[in-house]
Structure formats: structure tokens, C-alpha cells
């Protein structure tokens, strides 16, 4: 691959395909959530074929103004990353018609996908025993910060506090830097992963069983689990593991180095990997030290070994070398920006980045060959349904102008077309 193929600009135009083809096609889901896990966990569901409602309140999804960049006067591109395929109600869950209304949307609820603050929905008249009294087949899932009791039970956690708190940000940086939060919001967007598979699990017993049960998941127990090689290492040998940048603490070399154009990162986890590395670099009598023989050698001796390889590396083009040692079996790539992996041509191969009428965004990452997941529906403006979800409830003309006429129910839209993909609630 040369420096000339990232210089394309190219996206991959996907067919839809019909919106019954998609594995959770039935499953209704309420979306209460806001920000990103719930979200990203809904939008997962939405985009294998699930009806998802998205209520937002009055003053919509914070996330809506999280920008520049925006992509509409109403949307910024953060909320338009996780919010597709889905409907879109506004209602003011406060209020007592409100609430009202929440009953009306749960009768028929799958799935139930909420991050309020630990009582909010018991505030509203909805404990956890009312629920599974009054819902017992629904699923809930609950995505908290810490959870709802202990130390820290009920307490609020965004990322990067919890990767502060839970140690995952002590380990990222370079040696001698401060601790850094990771570049993505890789705690929330995590627990959203484990959301969705968590209710992909209750479904399942659900089958054998007719119950709904709750999906608990946190943020905290998110960041613990991200943890690995750390944590077992660290209660293995009870050392406080140390950041070591892009390199690995048990592997070696596993790590960035400059080439003649930029940056290459090389990871060679085994023997035959280092061997093959060397002799393209023309240094085997590297390959044939003694403090380099075995990978727990290389891992002791790394200071030492790693001046060796980077003096060889500098001279040559990333690209170029990254497909030599692929070629022979070296995991190897150039370190590509984020504009460079957004037009790659195997990311593009891959259908990892869409655009639906002009809606450009990220792709489906979950390939299913008979049951495919789909991007159909572009993220809707606050309250774009709400009309159409509470006539589908069997609210009158009047009824519907009233709410909104009170503030309890919203819509930015007059009139606003159905999404053609859309199911009626």
C-alpha cells in the first residue's frame, strides 16, 4: 500500500436492506438513555432491527450541542454517531401526563434502556418492583456510573472520571508522562457493548422462560474489566503496573518507531515473528543474541534491544515496510490519523463507513451473513415522532395538541414524515 492510496476520497454507498431482514426485527425498545453508552447500545439494537424509541426531554439530548462540528442547526456530529435508526418522541417524564404516557410506551416494550441518576424512575412513580409487577416480561437495562448501592452507590461518573477512579488512565501515557485519559470514551462506549449483550442475554432467557429481568451495568465495573494484562499481572506479583506508552509490558518489541515518513508500529508476540523481523532489517545477529533469544529475554532487555531496531527502521517509507512484514507474517502498520483509517481502502472494503443520503457515518461492525444489520434511518431531529408514536398509542388529534400545548409533549417538526424504515409503534 503506498502514501498515495490515503489520498482518496472515497465512501462506500450501502444498499439497504429491507428492514425486516435484520436479526432483532420485533423486538421493541424504549430508549430513555442519553450521552453515549445508552445510545451507542440502542443505536446496536436499532441497527440489527430493532423499533427503537428514543424519548429525549424537553431540552433535548446534551449531547444535541456538543460541538463544533454540528451537522444541522439541532444536531451535532457527537449526537449524530449514535443516534440513528431510531424514532424520536420529546416528552417531559417530570410531569404526571408525562408519565402517563411512559406507561402507555412500556405496554409494549421489549426492552427498557435507562442511565437516569440511581431513583430518578421511582421519583416518577416507576420503582424496580412495579416494573416487574406491572411489565414482567420487560427487560431493563440500567446503565450507572457505580451502580446503586455501596461506597459509591448512586454517586454520578462520567468516562474520564472513572477512568481516573478505576486506575485505567494510571497506565496510559508515556513512561515518563502524566497519566492521560485514553483518546476515546472507551469506558462509556464499552458498558454500551456490554449493554447490548447483556439484553441479548436476558432475551435468550427469556425464550425458555416468558420473565424480563434486570441488566445491570456500570461504568466502574466497565473500567475494571479493561484493566487485563494489568490487573492479573498486578495480583499475580502485587507490582503497581507502570505506563509504558505505545509499547507492551509483557511484550517485545511490541511498540511505535519512526520511519522516514512518519510513524510504524510493529508488534512481533513470538520467536519466528522476531526472526523474520530481523533478517528484513539485515540485523540476524540480533535475532542470534543471547539477551534477545526467548521473549521474556526481549521483554528483560528491551532498552537494549530496542536502539538496535529503531536505527534500522528510520530510513525506511512506513508504508512499504508495513507490507513487507505483513507479507511475512509480522503484524506491522503505518499510524494512520483518523482521516487516513476513514478513507483506508480495506476500512471502505469493510463497509465501515457509510453514507445513506447524504447521512455519512460509521458502519456496522457486527457482520451477520443471512441477518445483516443496516443504517436506514438518519438520526431524527428532537421530537421528529412524537405526533406520528402517540397517534400509534391511540392518542386523539386533541389529545396529542393538548399535551403539546402544555409543554408535556414536544415537536420541533410540523408534520414530519414517517421514516420510511420505521415500524408503528
Keep these: 500500500m503506498s ?70 442547526d439541532t444536531m451535532s456530529a457527537y449526537f449524530s454517531g449514535v443516534n440513528r435508526n431510531k424514532s424520536n418522541i420529546c416528552l417531559d417524564l417530570r410531569t404526571d401526563d408525562g408519565q402517563r404516557v411512559l406507561a402507555d410506551l412500556l405496554t409494549d416494550t421489549d426492552v427498557l434502556v435507562e442511565n437516569f441518576k440511581a431513583g430518578t424512575l421511582a421519583k416518577w412513580g416507576y420503582p424496580d418492583e412495579l416494573l416487574r409487577e406491572r411489565y414482567p416480561h420487560l427487560i431493563q ?85 479493561l484493566l487485563h494484562p494489568h490487573s492479573p499481572a498486578h495480583l499475580a506479583d502485587g507490582r503497581i503496573p507502570q505506563r509504558t506508552g505505545s509499547a507492551h509490558p509483557t511484550i517485545a518489541p511490541y511498540d511505535t518507531f519512526d520511519a522516514a515518513d512518519g510513524k510504524i508500529f510493529i508488534g512481533a508476540g513470538n520467536d519466528r515473528q522476531f526472526r523474520h523481523l530481523c533478517t528484513l532489517l539485515g540485523i540476524l545477529d540480533v535475532a542470534d543474541d543471547p539477551r534477545f533469544a526467548t521473549n521474556a529475554d526481549r521483554v528483560s532487555n528491551v532498552t537494549e534491544l530496542r536502539p538496535l531496531l529503531a ?56 457482520k451477520l451473513s443471512r441477518t445483516p444489520g443496516s443504517v436506514r434511518v438518519p ?29 408535556i409533549a414536544h415537536t420541533d417538526v410540523i408534520d414530519s414524515p414517517q421514516p420510511a424504515e420505521a415500524a408503528r409503534p
Design 311 to 366: 536505527e534500522k527502521i528510520l530510513p525506511l517509507q512506513r508504508h512499504r515496510l508495513a507490507a513487507e512484514l505483513l507479507a511475512r507474517g509480522v503484524p506491522a502498520s503505518a499510524l494512520h490519523n483518523v482521516a487516513e483509517a476513514l478513507r483506508d481502502p480495506h476500512v471502505l472494503h469493510r463497509q465501515m463507513v457509510v453514507d445513506k443520503d447524504g447521512y455519512r457515518t460509521t458502519g456496522v461492525p457486527i
Design 3 to 72: 502514501p498515495t492510496d490515503h489520498d482518496r476520497t472515497v465512501t462506500t454507498v450501502l444498499t439497504t436492506p429491507p428492514p425486516d431482514t435484520g436479526s432483532l426485527t420485533g423486538l421493541r425498545v424504549l430508549d430513555l438513555s442519553r450521552v453515549l453508552a445508552g445510545p451507542l447500545c440502542t443505536q446496536m439494537l436499532a441497527d440489527h432491527g430493532a423499533e427503537v424509541i428514543k424519548v429525549e426531554p424537553p431540552n433535548g439530548d446534551e449531547t444535541r450541542t456538543w460541538g463544533p462540528p454540528f451537522v444541522s
Design 141 to 225: 437495562c440500567r446503565i450507572t456510573g457505580f451502580g446503586t448501592d455501596g461506597p459509591m452507590g448512586a454517586m454520578p461518573g462520567y468516562d474520564a472520571v472513572v477512568q481516573a477512579y478505576s486506575g485505567l488512565m494510571s497506565i496510559n501515557g508515556e513512561a515518563d508522562g502524566p497519566a492521560l485519559r485514553v483518546g476515546v470514551p472507551i469506558v462509556d462506549m464499552v458498558t454500551g457493548i456490554y449493554a447490548f449483550s447483556g439484553i441479548l442475554l436476558a432475551l435468550n432467557e427469556r425464550h425458555r422462560t416468558g420473565m424480563g429481568q434486570l441488566v445491570d451495568c456500570t461504568l466502574i465495573d466497565t473500567a475494571i474489566s
Design 379 to 407: 438520526p431524527r431531529d428532537r421530537g421528529a415522532d412524537t405526533r406520528r408514536i402517540l397517534t400509534g398509542l391511540g392518542y386523539s388529534p386533541a389529545q396529542i395538541d393538548a399535551l403539546i400545548d402544555s409543554d
